[in-house]
């Protein structure tokens, strides 16, 4: 099973300007989540971003909260516990209501609704608490997680790698930045390729 980029949503959780220098390895994982979400806007994936408690732990990375499309502030760990299972599925189209002088309803054309994205790519800070958690709530709200593993993080590798270890067994897929990168895009001859390879490079 590979990704697709027209059924993919990228989330990148709380890396935040204050959190960073305590992080493991941060500024490699700081440089692969700003690439994972460069590489998604090319390729017109949604980059939806979070931030844990930011009037103490400040805003994320200027660059990285830039390519978001929306950036949802939270105080909970998880962020589907703070809505953001909404921002992630199509909106529901009304009803078409008739009147008198409207079309019977066996001629109307349905509202189109919103093609779903349901597979989330996600990545973040720190892995064992508000990643782990928010991808695990996304579990269970049905929607198919991928793990970037080299654009997360914790302040331990061992921490780091336990959330690894409990996120493959409740199901979510481990990749890296390069793995999604490559399956999103899945062939050489692809429009965008040369631009998404420049960026990797």
Same mark, same amino acid.
């Given at each position: ?9 990228? /989330?990148?959780?709380?890396?935040? *300007? @204050?959190?960073?220098?305590?992080? !493991?390895?941060? &500024?490699?994982?700081?440089? %692969?989540?700003?690439?994972?979400? @460069?590489?998604? @806007? ?12 930011? &009037? ?7 660059? +990285? ?5 929306? =950036?949802?502030?939270?105080? !909970?760990? &998880? *962020?589907?516990?703070?809505? +953001? ?13 008739? %009147? ?33 958690? =928010?991808? +695990? ?10 793990? /970037?593993?080299?654009?997360?993080? &914790? @302040? =331990?590798?061992? %921490? ?15 990749? =890296? ?18 631009? /998404?390879?420049?960026? /990797?490079?």
């Amino acid at each position: 099973m590979l990704l697709d980029a027209d059924e993919s949503q990228l /989330v990148l959780v709380d890396y935040q *300007a @204050r959190l960073m220098p305590a992080i !493991h390895d941060g &500024s490699a994982v700081l440089a %692969n989540a700003r690439l994972l979400a @460069r590489v998604a @806007r090319t390729l017109g994936v949604p980059v939806w971003g979070t931030e844990q408690n930011p &009037s103490r732990l400040g805003a994320n990375d200027a660059d +990285l909260r830039a390519l978001c499309d929306r =950036t949802l502030a939270k105080m !909970h760990f &998880s *962020a589907a516990e703070e809505g +953001l299972g909404e921002w992630l599925r199509p909106p529901a189209q009304p009803q078409q209501g008739g %009147n008198a002088r409207s079309l019977p309803k066996h001629l109307q054309k349905p509202a189109q609704q919103a093609p779903e994205r349901g597979t989330i790519v996600i990545a973040g800070c720190e892995a064992h608490v508000c990643l782990l958690q =928010t991808a +695990l709530d996304l579990m269970e709200d049905e929607f198919e997680v991928w793990v /970037v593993t080299d654009a997360c993080g &914790s @302040r =331990t590798e061992r %921490n780091r790698d336990a959330a690894f270890d409990r996120l493959a067994g409740a199901g979510a897929e481990l990749v =890296t930045t390069e793995m999604v990168a490559f399956e999103w895009l899945r062939t050489c001859e692809h429009p965008d390729f040369k631009e /998404v390879l420049g960026l /990797v490079k």
